[in-house]
């Protein structure tokens, strides 16, 4: 059982066009952080939300947090080839002992020229 | 700056063969965090650290060992190789539980 899921698993689209990418669960967290990977590299982090209802915009990125603190979406305007990559959410739920920090099985995103 | 340090980068091994994937980290961070990563899937947990002398399981602890005796080094420790266990390992750690954490470039483990 996935704790933390997203969607779509796969998304293939053209330069300029915009897109969004989910990350849901039914339990409720105490923070919720968006990394982006490259192959053969580890994650790096994009932002961490921590506010139920939060938007922050990096850029061309806007991310949000549920107000129930259950979900979050990965909003890309204008996407460009630059922005392909994996896209993983990761979490700690609020009753867990510190430091679990769970990701999503992530979304592999293709920006096409 | 070094960062998080993982060694080896490769390596294949033989079923039951026993290996230990080296961690460390130069950020005096207290919490580390051992991940697989299969083909086209995110990152499992197998066991984290909150602390030197303080260690927990994840979500696929199964199969593997670790130990944190210095807040630099978390080692994860293979004890019987299986071919389920052929993956990608990520070392990562972190200044406390909402702040980033950092990656270290991976080991890719081969078990045949």
């Known amino acids: 059982t996935q704790l933390l899921e997203q969607s779509p698993q796969f998304l293939s689209i053209q330069e300029g066009e915009n897109l969004t990418v989910y990350c849901n669960s039914s339990s409720v967290f105490s923070s919720l952080q968006w990394y982006r990977q490259e192959p053969g590299e580890g994650p790096v982090l994009l932002v961490t939300?921590?506010?139920?209802?939060e938007v922050k915009k990096l850029k061309r990125l806007t991310f949000q947090f549920g107000d129930a603190r259950k979900d979050s979406s990965l909003h890309i305007t204008a996407a460009q080839p630059g922005d392909t990559g994996l896209y993983l959410c990761a979490a700690r739920q609020v009753l867990s002992q510190g430091g679990k920090l769970i990701f999503g099985q992530g979304t592999e995103l293709s920006v096409k020229p | 700056n070094a960062g998080v340090t993982q060694t080896p980068k490769f390596r294949i091994l033989k079923i039951g063969q026993s290996m230990t994937l080296q961690c460390t980290q130069d950020?005096?961070?207290?919490?580390m965090y051992w991940y697989r990563q299969d083909p086209g899937m995110g990152l499992k947990l197998i066991y984290y650290s909150v602390g030197a002398g303080i260690t927990d399981k994840g979500e696929v602890p199964n199969g593997y060992n670790v130990s944190r005796s210095t807040t630099e080094d978390f080692p994860l420790r293979l004890e019987l190789a299986a071919p389920s266990q052929t993956s990608v390992y990520f070392c990562a750690s972190s200044y406390r539980d909402f702040s980033e954490a950092f990656f270290g470039q991976g080991t890719r483990l081969t078990v045949v």
């Open positions: 939300v921590v506010t139920g209802g």
């Open positions: 950020m005096n961070h207290n919490y």
